[in-house]
């Protein structure tokens, strides 16, 4: 198989025979394994092209490959292609298929003729990774816009896709939730998920993509990663777009000759470090703690000899472990940026930590220490 999972060639779609073209002749390719981010203004086309790729609308002209085979639109090949792909839609009223929560994120994994057993561990993991447990017997009407949201999220992440396309999941959230479902993202693809993003949220969406696909005109504007796209200005202003805050911020410390503009930091912890002329030798160290679901937390922080310090979480079964203890955890959210941010400050932190996120946990401390900008002891427990 080629890098590319799903790819469009010359997909030419209309919403109407005479309507204007939405895509016209658009070219783009996913890769598999990695996180793509789809940016492009408003009307600029990233639903209707997330419609095309999940075969909800077939172009007028050109093709769809999923896996380098063509596109198949006949029933079966919809529902194949769907058992892997799953699509979080932009408006969470467009996803509601039952009355109430649980039945809601029961329906993907039930019309999968899963075991019922497999189902209610679904639901359940799925409503606690949204943070939506104490409403699963709720009337959906009786919920917030972004609450449905975090439904809709739950019962797509019951499905457990390979490929997960998500419209703007972040849009309507409060900000630490926010924060959460990029974490969620994350997540899945340090486990082997393609997660493909629209988000108009700049700052969130540079700190985690790996790639983006810029969409201006009906067409596909640029693809690869995200820095040349932000260094041609005229090409950012007329997709109606904005750089990212820490790009901008870096790029103006460049000019004002306070630092080189490469590497390119990620995270404001990043870009702080890097126009510091302190190269300290003494940064807090980051303790990054193995979690598993059944960790006993408390007695693993005793027998290691943490107690005390400042604590955030990262990843799903931390949080999993955490919510069977009484214990409070300073940082809820961004756990692996405060808790850096705690050791440029010079305290010790600790991370209670996913084992298949460590890689990513550890990685502002590997872009500092990696570029000379000073050694923050990492220690994994
Ligand atoms: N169901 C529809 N029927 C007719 N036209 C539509 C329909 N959905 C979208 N369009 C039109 O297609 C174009 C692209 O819309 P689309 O929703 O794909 O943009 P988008 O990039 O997702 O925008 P946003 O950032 O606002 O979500 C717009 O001009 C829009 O008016
Ligand atoms: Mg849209």
């Not at 799903?6 to 997909?11: H, I, M």
């Not at 658009?26 to 639903?47: C, E, F, Q, R, Y």
């Not at 969406?205 to 693809?223: F, G, H, P, Q, T």
């Not at 069977?324 to 050791?343: A, L, Q």
Request: charged share 25%; hydrophobic share 35%; net charge negative.
């Amino acid at each position: 198989m080629s890098d590319s999972l799903l790819r469009t060639e010359k997909v030419t779609f209309s919403y109407s025979r005479k309507g204007a073209k939405v895509l016209d002749e658009m070219d783009i390719d996913i890769p598999v394994g990695k996180k793509t981010a789809i940016l492009g203004s408003n009307g600029a086309g990233k639903s209707t092209l997330f419609s095309v790729l999940n075969a909800l609308n077939k172009p007028a002209s050109g093709k769809v490959y999923y896996k380098d085979a063509p596109m198949s639109y006949s029933h079966s090949g919809k529902i194949r292609m769907r058992s892997e792909v799953s699509i979080l839609f932009q408006n969470p009223n467009e996803m509601m298929f039952k009355p109430y929560v649980e039945q809601d994120v029961a329906y993907g994994p039930e019309n999968m003729k899963l075991p019922k057993e497999e189902v209610e561990e679904r639901v359940q993991e799925a409503l606690f990774a949204v943070g939506m447990e104490a409403y699963r017997k709720s009337p959906i009407m009786k919920l917030s816009y972004g609450q449905r949201k975090r439904v809709t999220l739950a019962g797509v992440l019951a499905m457990r896709p390979s490929v997960l396309i998500m419209d703007e999941p972040t849009a309507g959230l409060d900000p630490q939730m926010a924060y959460e479902v990029m974490e969620i993202a994350e997540q899945l693809n340090s486990s082997g998920v393609t997660v493909i993003m629209s988000s108009h949220d700049t700052d969130l969406v540079y700190s985690w993509a790996d790639e983006i696909r810029v969409l201006n005109s009906s067409k596909c504007v640029y693809s690869g990663i995200p820095e040349p796209f932000y260094e041609d200005y005229q090409l950012v202003q007329k997709a109606g777009l904005l750089m990212p805050s820490v790009y901008r911020m870096n790029r103006t410390f460049a000019n004002l000759g306070k630092c080189e503009l490469e590497p390119y930091p990620h995270t404001q912890s990043q870009l702080s470090v890097k126009i510091s002329d302190r190269c300290a030798t003494d940064f807090g160290v980051m303790n990054v703690v193995k979690v598993d679901k059944d960790t006993d937390i408390p007695a693993l922080l005793a027998s290691e000899g943490l107690e005390g310090l400042p604590i955030g979480i990262y990843g799903m079964s931390a949080r999993t472990a955490r919510n069977k203890t009484e214990m409070s955890v300073d940082f809820m959210y961004n756990g692996p940026e405060n808790c850096i941010r705690k050791c440029l400050s010079g305290e010790d932190s600790v991370l209670l930590c996913d084992p298949i996120m460590v890689d990513k946990a550890v990685s502002s401390a590997d872009f500092i220490n990696g570029n000379g900008y000073g050694k923050i002891d990492v220690r994994t427990v």
